[in-house]
């Protein structure tokens, strides 16, 4: 049987997933969902598509469809979710999966009510320098992680959309927009350990000042912006780990674009992702040893890899690939930069 998949937001990133559908045994795209009609109209005729719906409980309630794709952005992921799985669907849902850490424990309530997957869509988990480094530290390369060092750093390379820097569609800037990713990356290397407190700041220093641009937009910049442009965390793990966390839109930062790192440093090695290195010491003949991990060239790009292993997992009943209870860790530490900058101190996570 053909599972049947429909997408709600048919915008930019839900391009990138048509490929992983397409290439999919499990699954095709039948019926696509956006408010803004001309929108979805381009979007079936590029990829010939017939069921079309500008309101979404019309596509929630296609008793046709079996996976509800969700593009949209952040601020209508955990309302679109819970209708989904209410109506009997299967859900991936883009990142960050709500913005919120209570919007997270209602969707993960409805899909136990409902008894359907649901999929937070992080697609960096999906990347062969990511697999092999997960593989290797699952073997216990590095002993037991006891620091994380971590970084999103862009330099002027964001979407100034109001998808993104409107707090009403968005629900929160950098910190939620790439520090998902990042967080989300880290905490899956370091075995989800749960966090307990996290100290934090998260502001706009840049992104108000005249002529301010981004390096991916000829659009101005909205001066409604009213969202975090940079955050940087200190982390506290109940297993006594340690996490430093630095996220940001817009810095005077030596990169082309994009600059995104993860460091883990165990007992018994460390790492550096993305160039997958593991670094240990041989004491014996006072060696410091760099080991460059064996990558599998990603052959499916991970945006479509997702897909494919969600549409996979639904077909052959597998948990989730990547579970809503880690997305919930993580935007519980994310969530909790924000309350520490509110407070300036740091605050307890409640897990
Ligand atoms: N994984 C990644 O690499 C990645 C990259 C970019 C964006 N994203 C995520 O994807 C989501 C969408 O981002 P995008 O870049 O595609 O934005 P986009 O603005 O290009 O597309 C969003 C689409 O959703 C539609 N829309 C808005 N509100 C809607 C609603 N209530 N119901 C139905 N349709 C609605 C818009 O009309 C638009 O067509 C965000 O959550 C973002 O965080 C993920």
Same mark, same amino acid.
């Given at each position: 049987?053909?599972?049947?998949? %429909?997408?709600? &937001?048919?915008?930019?990133? #839900? !391009?990138?997933? /048509?490929?992983?559908? @397409? $290439? ?115 073997? %216990?390369?590095? &002993?037991?992680?006891?620091? #994380? !060092?971590?970084? /999103?750093?862009?330099? @002027? $390379? ?37 966090p307990i407190a996290v100290s934090g700041i998260a502001r706009t ?147």
């Amino acid at each position: 049987m053909t599972l049947k998949v %429909g997408i709600i &937001g048919v915008g930019g990133i #839900a !391009r990138t997933h /048509m490929p992983g559908w @397409a $290439a999919s045994e499990h699954a095709e795209v039948v019926a696509g969902s956006d408010i803004n009609e001309l929108a979805l109209q381009k979007w079936a005729n590029d990829h010939s598509v017939q069921k079309l719906y500008t309101k979404a409980e019309d596509i929630l309630n296609d008793p046709g469809i079996d996976i509800i794709d969700i593009c949209t952005p952040n601020r209508y992921h955990a309302p679109l979710a819970i209708a989904a799985l209410r109506a009997g669907k299967h859900v991936i849902c883009e990142k960050p999966l709500a913005p919120t850490p209570a919007e997270i424990r209602d969707m993960i309530a409805a899909r136990d009510e409902a008894g359907k997957l649901l999929m937070t869509a992080q697609h960096f988990r999906f990347k062969g320098n990511s697999r092999a480094l997960k593989a290797e530290i699952d073997q %216990g390369t590095l &002993g037991d992680i006891y620091h #994380a !060092r971590s970084w /999103m750093l862009r330099r @002027a $390379a964001f979407l100034p959309g109001p998808g993104f820097v409107l707090k009403q569609h968005s629900g929160g800037g950098a910190t939620i927009d790439i520090g998902v990713h990042i967080l989300d990356l880290t905490l899956w290397m370091m075995g989800n350990p749960k966090p307990i407190a996290v100290s934090g700041i998260a502001r706009t220093e840049l992104a108000h000042m005249p002529g301010q641009f981004s390096v991916w937009s000829p659009n101005p910049i909205p001066p409604e912006w009213d969202v975090e442009e940079f955050a940087a965390a200190f982390v506290r793990f109940e297993n006594g780990a340690t996490l430093i966390l630095e996220v940001s839109w817009l810095l005077h930062h030596d990169t082309q674009g994009e600059d995104m790192q993860m460091w883990l440093y165990g007992t018994r090695g460390g790492s550096h992702w993305p160039n997958a290195i593991i670094y240990s010491t041989h004491y014996e003949t006072r060696q410091h040893i760099n080991q460059t991990l064996q990558i599998t060239r990603d052959t499916v790009e991970p945006h479509a890899l997702e897909c494919i292993e969600f549409a996979s997992a639904v077909a052959e009943g597998a948990p989730s690939p990547v579970p809503p209870e880690q997305s919930l860790q993580v935007l519980t530490i994310l969530d909790g930069i924000y309350r520490s900058q509110t407070s300036g101190k740091e605050v307890r996570l409640d897990l």
